[in-house]
C-alpha cells in the first residue's frame, strides 16, 4: 500500500489558483464602506422583525397558558348540570378554594360578586373561553 503524503490544514496545495488569501501575512479582507451603512440598516431591520416575531409569539404563549389554567379549573370545578355550549356560565371559588361554575350572574345571586371568578361560555370543540363584559 502506497502511503500519500499529507500536508498540514494551513497549506494550500494550490495557492496561486485561490480567490482569496491562504497565509497569515496576507491583508485581511474588509467589506466595501459603501455597504457597510446597508448593512447596519439592514441588520437593525431584520433584528427588528425578529423581535416583533418573538413578542407575538411569547404573548400567544401567554395567552394560551392563560386559556389553558381556565380550562383545567372549570373542568375540575364543581358543576351539577351538563352544559350547553354557547350558553354563558358563571364561575366561583369557595372559602375553600374550591371551584363551582354555576348558571347564575353575581348580580342574580345572594352572595353577589363575592367569590367570582369569571363568565365562561362553552366552545363547539369543547374549550372554555372566558368572557371580558
Known sequence: MKEEKQ???NV???PHSLPYASNVGAPAIKPNHSLSGWK?????TANKHYEERFNDLKKQFQELAEEFKWNDI???????????MGKHYYLYQRDDGRFYLTLFAPHERIGGDEGFQGQFRLNY???WEKINE
Open 125 to 127: 370543540d369543547n374549550r
Open 74 to 84: 372549570i373542568f375540575n370545578a364543581e358543576m351539577r348540570f351538563k352544559p350547553v
Open 7 to 9: 500536508t498540514p490544514d
Open 12 to 14: 494550500a496545495a494550490n
Open 40 to 44: 447596519v440598516g439592514a441588520v437593525h
